[in-house]
């Protein structure tokens, strides 16, 4: 079955090539070039040695995507998957699916420039974005720590030197509505000012036939804001400075039995119900803020030389509760809370000069974070309680070397070297009563605890050079190779008492080539990378509690296409796929009481066969423009776990998307979107669970298999006005 999708697939992109070679050939239209900073300045993405694919906000808003999440169907090598309040992002089959405070996500998110510390703030909705940059594969040397899978970018829009904003409304099916507005533009003659907001009621995806659980899951309603002031302190300085703040009240996600290993059948729960029902039995919610401000000054020194700063400072605060059992009867919950601070800054010293380029910078991160775990379970004959608190210090010094050897030729060289340090403390127990999982309802410190408070402090440093070629082998044609190391910070277990796990490292070796073909009307690039992936810090679930450590190492092997052409005057096709084999080489690990060696395993996330691929269709009728998209997205078969089990784990996915709009000449649109129009049934996540397995059934102790299903079928009526 995989070799048959796998030559289907193939197939597809050598038919799409020759639409390319056929048809463009005598057309008028051409694409629109693609600007982007993955390289901390403006270049075109077609002359940039890296594998990166670019969303415009414009895209995001027609298509419907509201978030992260929903930008994964269209990054082939982009995988989100979420477990309770947090969220897990996957590139090219590297990420994590570690929890606490004490870990670090393996893509890091940065937006408007500044480092998101925790995962859970790639959870933010889209608001007034311009793009999305997703940079495919390890960024060790401009980004540094946790960029090992690669980087997401979220640049928001400024104010522009016109004044211009938009109104959006949107109402669909799930008891969703939505409405977005930004307004913006010069104020007087040397400052700018841009303000966003949005608010959005979404009624949830799963109908909870409980009435103790509320009517629906999966849902929430969310307020943001987000102001932009740009002006310029001189004739060669300028300044910007961003404010934002975004709130989710919600009411958490489902999760659905897998198997046969759950209590919950012994103590009389009811079958299990249609796959967009549940029964639950706890009042399920989850709340989060996320705010901040961002201060970016600009100096231009003369002689090519520029002098960048980007100040960053957020907050984030997170609670939430959900029923871990997945039934109407009480077997155990699930209470979290945190509350996160950092405060960032990046100084950078630029040229653009004639024979070469070159960028070198001084960074500093600290982030201030505690959590609180509560699990009430049957199996527990009360609460599991963690209480923990972590503070990391790191700084970096980098630089990065482009030089022209010829008009043809450029050598690349990079260096970062990284430290960082982590000072944590850790109270764990189970006790009689429950916290509910909060700091707030009392000082841990005056309970009494199996196990004594941990203090510890731990640091690290790391060195991630970078070596390429790039050589433009046309004006049309360009190839490039390079060589370069990433790494993910140390961490601590944050919710065990295990020792702190050292960082992990991944060298990269990557090649590849873009062409813009048919005098632009047609783009085609490819990708192939070789990952070397060593220390891999994995968890296992054991004695009720998650363990990381340094337990592993894998290879990963993989090719990327991209292709984009104007067919005809209404007609433009997109393509995207990736062919991925990522195998752990080394890897002993705990399977409950088992000890078991899953090496030639798949990694986690890691899809063999990824595709994407977009018709659009453009065309005057009467007053205005008629435009239709239609999107099918494919993806193989992906295990959750490093032990490869169906049960935890997601068959091969086909989800099909479309979208009709009409634009009028005074700039309305009006617009109707479906999402997962099969209505296909999937899992997002899979996770185990030792709190809620039946003993009797489950001897190794390996714990119960859950799901997080995946939406279904959406619908939305969308308006769009500008002015």
């Given at each position: 079955?995989?070799?048959?999708?796998?030559?289907?697939?193939?197939?597809?992109?050598?038919?799409?090539?020759?639409?390319?070679?056929?048809?463009?050939?005598?057309?008028?239209?051409?694409?629109?070039?693609?600007?982007?900073?993955?390289?901390?300045?403006?270049?075109?993405?077609?002359?940039?040695?890296?594998?990166?694919?670019?969303?415009?906000?414009?895209?995001?808003?027609?298509?419907?995507?509201?978030?992260?999440?929903?930008?994964?169907?269209?990054?082939?090598?982009?995988?989100?998957?979420?477990?309770?309040?947090?969220?897990?992002?996957?590139?090219?089959?590297?990420?994590?699916?570690?929890?606490?405070?004490?870990?670090?996500?393996?893509?890091?998110?940065?937006?408007?420039?500044?480092?998101?510390?925790?995962?859970?703030?790639?959870?933010?909705?889209?608001?007034?974005?311009?793009?999305?940059?997703?940079?495919?594969?390890?960024?060790?040397?401009?980004?540094?720590?946790?960029?090992?899978a690669g980087v997401i970018n979220i640049i928001h829009r400024a104010p522009g030197d016109e004044p211009?904003?938009?109104?959006?409304?949107?109402?669909?099916?799930?008891?969703?509505?939505?409405?977005?507005?930004?307004?913006?533009?010069?104020?007087?003659?040397?400052?700018?000012?841009?303000?966003?907001?949005?608010?959005?009621?979404?009624?949830?995806?799963?109908?909870?036939?409980?009435?103790?659980?509320?009517?629906?899951?999966?849902?929430?309603?969310?307020?943001?804001?987000?102001?932009?002031?740009?002006?310029?302190?001189?004739?060669?300085?300028?300044?910007?400075?961003?404010?934002?703040?975004?709130?989710?009240?919600?009411?958490?996600?489902?999760?659905?039995?897998?198997?046969?290993?759950?209590?919950?059948?012994?103590?009389?729960?009811?079958?299990?119900?249609?796959?967009?029902?549940?029964?639950?039995?706890?009042?399920?919610?989850?709340?989060?803020?996320?705010?901040?401000?961002?201060?970016?000054?600009?100096?231009?020194?003369?002689?090519?030389?520029?002098?960048?700063?980007?100040?960053?400072?957020?907050?984030?605060?997170?609670?939430?509760?959900?029923?871990?059992?997945?039934?109407?009867?009480?077997?155990?919950?699930?209470?979290?809370?945190?509350?996160?601070?950092?405060?960032?800054?990046?100084?950078?010293?630029?040229?653009?000069?004639?024979?070469?380029?070159?960028?070198?910078?001084?960074?500093?991160?600290?982030?201030?974070?505690?959590e609180a775990l509560g699990l009430p379970a049957i199996n527990f004959g009360g609460a599991f309680n963690?209480?923990?608190?972590?503070?990391?210090?790191?700084?970096?010094?980098?630089?990065?070397?482009?030089?022209?050897?010829?008009?043809?030729?450029?050598?690349?060289?990079?260096?970062?070297?990284?430290?960082?340090?982590?000072?944590?403390?850790?109270?764990?127990?189970?006790?009689?009563?429950?916290?509910?999982?909060?700091?707030?309802?009392?000082?841990?410190?005056?309970?009494?605890?199996?196990?004594?408070?941990?203090?510890?402090?731990?640091?690290?440093?790391?060195?991630?050079?970078?070596?390429?070629?790039?050589?433009?082998?046309?004006?049309?044609?360009?190839?490039?190779?390079?060589?370069?190391?990433?790494?993910?910070?140390?961490?601590?277990?944050?919710?065990?008492?295990?020792?702190?796990?050292?960082?992990?490292?991944?060298?990269?070796?990557?090649?590849?080539?873009?062409?813009?073909?048919?005098?632009?009307?047609?783009?085609?690039?490819?990708?192939?990378?070789?990952?070397?992936?060593?220390?891999?810090?994995?968890?296992?679930?054991?004695?009720?509690?998650?363990?990381?450590?340094?337990?592993?190492?894998?290879?990963?092997?993989?090719?990327?296409?991209?292709?984009?052409?104007?067919?005809?005057?209404?007609?433009?096709?997109?393509?995207?796929?990736?062919?991925?084999?990522?195998?752990?080489?080394?890897?002993?690990?705990?399977?409950?009481?088992?000890?078991?060696?899953?090496?030639?395993?798949?990694?986690?996330?890691?899809?063999?066969?990824?595709l994407t691929s977009t018709l659009s269709y453009s065309n005057d009728i009467g007053p205005g423009t008629?435009?239709?998209?239609?999107?099918?997205?494919?993806?193989?078969?992906?295990?959750?776990?490093?032990?490869?089990?169906?049960?935890?784990?997601?068959?091969?996915?086909?989800?099909?998307?479309?979208?009709?709009?009409?634009?009028?000449?005074?700039?309305?649109?009006?617009?109707?979107?479906?999402?997962?129009?099969?209505?296909?049934?999937?899992?997002?996540?899979?996770?185990?669970?030792?709190?809620?397995?039946?003993?009797?059934?489950?001897?190794?102790?390996?714990?119960?298999?859950?799901?997080?299903?995946?939406?279904?079928?959406?619908?939305?009526?969308?308006?769009?006005?500008?002015?």
């Amino acid at each position: 079955m995989k070799t048959r999708l796998l030559r289907l697939s193939l197939a597809a992109l050598t038919v799409g090539c020759m639409m390319v070679a056929a048809n463009v050939t005598a057309q008028e239209n051409v694409l629109e070039e693609i600007i982007v900073t993955a390289e901390k300045r403006e270049a075109s993405i077609q002359d940039t040695a890296l594998a990166i694919t670019a969303v415009s906000g414009d895209l995001l808003e027609n298509g419907g995507l509201d978030e992260i999440e929903d930008l994964s169907l269209d990054v082939p090598s982009l995988v989100f998957s979420r477990a309770g309040g947090e969220a897990q992002l996957y590139i090219r089959g590297v990420g994590t699916n570690l929890f606490g405070i004490g870990q670090d996500s393996s893509v890091a998110v940065h937006q408007d420039g500044v480092y998101q510390g925790r995962a859970q703030m790639g959870l933010t909705q889209f608001l007034d974005v311009e793009r999305v940059e997703v940079l495919r594969g390890p960024q060790g040397t401009l980004y540094g720590r946790n960029a090992t899978a690669g980087v997401i970018n979220i640049i928001h829009r400024a104010p522009g030197d016109e004044p211009e904003g938009y109104v959006n409304l949107k109402l669909g099916n799930f008891n969703r509505y939505d409405g977005e507005a930004a307004y913006g533009g010069p104020i007087g003659e040397n400052a700018g000012f841009r303000l966003a907001v949005r608010y959005g009621s979404d009624g949830g995806f799963t109908e909870d036939l409980d009435p103790r659980g509320g009517d629906e899951v999966d849902g929430g309603e969310t307020m943001a804001a987000r102001a932009t002031l740009t002006f310029a302190v001189s004739d060669t300085i300028n300044a910007k400075i961003i404010g934002d703040y975004t709130d989710f009240d919600g009411d958490n996600r489902t999760i659905r039995p897998r198997g046969d290993l759950h209590r919950s059948a012994a103590e009389g729960a009811q079958a299990l119900p249609d796959f967009d029902q549940t029964r639950n039995e706890v009042d399920s919610f989850q709340k989060w803020t996320i705010s901040g401000i961002t201060a970016e000054v600009t100096a231009d020194l003369g002689g090519g030389l520029s002098l960048t700063s980007i100040t960053g400072y957020r907050q984030f605060e997170d609670s939430f509760r959900f029923n871990t059992d997945g039934t109407e009867i009480f077997v155990t919950q699930t209470h979290f809370e945190r509350d996160t601070d950092q405060f960032s800054e990046e100084i950078r010293l630029a040229c653009d000069c004639e024979a070469y380029e070159w960028i070198a910078g001084l960074y500093y991160f600290t982030e201030d974070k505690e959590e609180a775990l509560g699990l009430p379970a049957i199996n527990f004959g009360g609460a599991f309680n963690i209480f923990a608190t972590n503070k990391t210090d790191a700084w970096a010094g980098f630089g990065e070397l482009t030089w022209h050897f010829s008009g043809r030729l450029d050598g690349i060289v990079g260096v970062r070297y990284s430290n960082e340090e982590k000072e944590d403390w850790n109270l764990r127990g189970l006790t009689g009563g429950n916290f509910d999982g909060l700091f707030g309802a009392s000082d841990p410190r005056a309970f009494s605890f199996a196990f004594p408070p941990r203090n510890t402090t731990d640091d690290w440093n790391a060195f991630t050079p970078k070596l390429g070629l790039k050589y433009d082998y046309s004006d049309d044609i360009m190839l490039y190779g390079t060589l370069t190391r990433g790494f993910k910070s140390g961490g601590t277990n944050s919710l065990s008492g295990d020792p702190a796990f050292d960082p992990e490292y991944l060298w990269s070796l990557e090649v590849g080539g873009k062409s813009t073909l048919a005098d632009g009307r047609a783009i085609a690039n490819a990708t192939a990378f070789y990952y070397d992936y060593t220390d891999l810090q994995v968890s296992t679930f054991a004695e009720g509690t998650v363990r990381i450590r340094n337990a592993a190492e894998a290879t990963v092997v993989g090719l990327e296409l991209d292709i984009s052409t104007v067919i005809s005057d209404q007609f433009t096709w997109d393509t995207s796929a990736m062919l991925l084999n990522a195998e752990y080489n080394e890897f002993v690990t705990r399977y409950g009481t088992q000890v078991l060696d899953v090496e030639g395993n798949k990694m986690v996330n890691a899809p063999e066969v990824s595709l994407t691929s977009t018709l659009s269709y453009s065309n005057d009728i009467g007053p205005g423009t008629f435009t239709a998209l239609a999107q099918i997205a494919y993806r193989s078969e992906v295990f959750h776990s490093q032990f490869n089990e169906t049960e935890v784990g997601q068959d091969s996915v086909t989800l099909a998307n479309v979208r009709a709009g009409i634009t009028f000449l005074n700039g309305v649109e009006v617009s109707f979107v479906v999402r997962n129009l099969l209505d296909e049934e999937y899992y997002q996540n899979s996770v185990r669970f030792t709190s809620l397995n039946d003993r009797s059934k489950d001897l190794t102790g390996i714990g119960a298999a859950l799901g997080y299903p995946g939406e279904g079928r959406s619908m939305a009526l969308q308006l769009h006005m500008g002015f």
